[in-house]
């Protein structure tokens, strides 16, 4: 048995790497290249590169598959670069528009890595004859017999868990993430070990479609006409003043509200697309203790399903997971999560993630108050 767990002999053994042209992936690249792993590089080309506006702290930026394949050349590796602008559309950025103009707030690398990376990025991995796709995630896998079990990286403040709640059963058995048990600096000093091109490029931090940070911008572009003003009301209906669009708001915003004069702070409490309408309130509205989800992604027991299960969960990536109960619908694929202790600002188009001490046991999309 190898280091990633398949029995064979590391030069017999292709892992297909996927490349962003970030430090992460590029010393994943380099390490299995020196172990002797067959390793082949691809890095994805998600939007027109040419409108792109280069940023240095945003994912997927103009200089990227260049960068990837400096780094291709510089381990010595063959390396592709695969267009998916299409499906990236049409999977990531058309229904991260479309959550939002439901009164969602989404998360577009969630998507991303459910559809693009790893659906379909892992059926070109089989196409080239790999044995095995490796990611630069901070998220450590666990077992070679038997199904693969995800754990919270090594690294608390890098652990990528939260956004990799949608990995299916198949797809983390087929996946390596080389990474989850180092801290990011090991991952910096094998970079400048390596000698490799990016070994100072900062992290990347924003949404890759979103240049300038400006949500309500993108959405309008992609669904012109679909933005109407409506009423700001408090909890008890009063219309306290009037906005542009829901999609310039999101559940626990204080800032930006456009309303004042009411002698203590406001909040968005909810949002109700078909009216048009942003319900504000006191911060003391916000908590909510039983959440409904749907598109449900179970990674535990089979025998789960129709069940009542304690588990930890996350309700926002930046949290640390709290007590909770998960009552799964006969089916597997909607829930409800009944937290010990109420949560402020749980937006629906978020996710709820599911942990049993370290170990990921997926997750849900968040709809709605139970």
Not at 286 to 294: A, N, V, Y
């Amino acid at each position: 048995m190898n280091s990633i767990g398949i029995p064979k002999a590391p030069a017999d053994t292709r892992v297909i790497v996927a490349m962003s042209g970030g430090v992460d992936s590029s010393v994943t690249a380099a390490l299995l290249a020196e172990e002797g792993y067959d390793v082949v590089g691809v890095t994805l080309q998600l939007y027109d590169h040419g409108e792109a506006v280069k940023r240095e702290k945003a994912c997927c930026a103009g200089q990227d598959i260049f960068d990837a394949k400096r780094v291709a050349e510089s381990v010595g590796i063959p390396h592709y670069v695969l267009n998916y602008e299409s499906r990236f559309r049409e999977d990531v950025i058309e229904a991260f528009a479309d959550s939002y103009i439901r009164g969602e707030t989404p998360i577009p690398c969630v998507l991303c890595n459910q559809t693009v990376k790893f659906r379909d990025v892992l059926k070109t991995a089989k196409d080239l004859q790999g044995d095995a796709l490796a990611t630069g995630h901070y998220i450590q896998r666990v077992g070679t017999n038997g199904p693969a079990e995800l754990r919270r990286a090594v690294d608390a403040g890098r652990d990528q868990s939260y956004f990799l709640f949608a990995t299916t059963q198949d797809q983390a058995d087929f996946l390596r993430f080389p990474l989850g048990g180092m801290p990011k600096d090991e991952v910096r000093a094998h970079a400048e070990r390596f000698n490799l091109p990016v070994a100072t490029k900062p992290d990347s931090q924003d949404i890759c479609f979103v240049p300038d940070g400006n949500y309500a911008s993108v959405v309008a572009k992609i669904r012109p006409g679909a933005i109407d003003p409506g009423d700001i009301v408090d909890l008890d209906g009063t219309v306290l003043g009037r906005h542009e669009g829901i999609i310039n708001f999101t559940i626990g915003q204080r800032r930006g509200i456009g309303v004042g004069g009411t002698g203590e702070p406001l909040y968005v409490i909810r949002i109700e697309p078909d009216a048009h309408r942003v319900v504000v309130g006191p911060g003391s509205a916000l908590g909510q203790q039983k959440i409904r989800l749907s598109g449900l992604n179970w990674l535990g027991d089979a025998d789960a399903p129709g069940r009542d299960i304690r588990i930890s969960a996350k309700v926002r990536s930046t949290q640390e997971p709290v007590p909770a109960l998960l009552s799964m619908d006969a089916d597997g694929s909607s829930a409800v999560v009944t937290l010990e202790t109420p949560e402020r600002a749980v937006a629906p188009g978020q996710a709820c993630v599911f942990y049993d001490g370290e170990r990921l046991l997926g997750g849900g999309w968040i709809q709605r108050a139970a």
